[in-house]
């Protein structure tokens, strides 16, 4: 069950994490940590070890499985994907958030920062968690009465 993207961002801006332990807290290391925070296992880059590999390889790597391609507007919580413009030719990876981009490794700072990026991505995934808006989802009691006798105690999401 994920919370809302306005969770994520009061929690961890300002935080810096390494998560596959190589060179440090780079941008692809801030969208698998976020990944892992919605509770799906993150997307590796194999093809040129960079982020673009994230939106470059989507169709065999994994990524749709727990995302959808962004076709209308951006929404806080979406994941943008830059190309080899970006990052030294490794490209860039970013969660959009308010206009801005939530993310590590940018504007000459390891830690998560928000900052106006003026390239727009190659491309952008909505984790699933989120196709009905940043908000998260929450659980619920769904209970089912009979002549006013509870019959059924359910939990759901929504």
Not at 54 to 77: C, F, P, S, Y
Not at 107 to 128: C, E, H, L, N
Not at 129 to 144: D, L, Q, V
């Amino acid at each position: 069950m994920a919370q809302s993207f306005q969770v994520f961002h009061d929690t961890y801006i300002g935080t810096a994490y390494d998560v596959d332990g190589s060179a440090g807290p780079q941008c692809w290391d801030g969208y698998a940590f976020y990944d892992q925070w919605l509770g799906y296992p993150y997307v590796s880059c194999t093809a040129t070890g960079g982020a673009r590999d994230l939106w470059e390889q989507r169709a065999t790597n994994g990524m749709l499985d727990n995302h959808e391609v962004v076709t209308g507007a951006l929404q806080n919580g979406d994941i943008g994907v830059w190309g080899a413009n970006m990052g030294g030719g490794y490209g860039h990876v970013a969660m959009y958030y308010n206009g801005k981009w939530m993310g590590q490794n940018q504007g000459g700072v390891s830690a998560y920062t928000d900052i106006s990026i003026p390239q727009s991505p190659m491309g952008a995934f909505r984790p699933k968690c989120y196709k009905n808006g940043p908000g998260g989802t929450t659980k619920k009691f769904r209970i089912t009465c009979v002549c006013g006798l509870i019959t059924k105690v359910e939990i759901v999401e929504v």
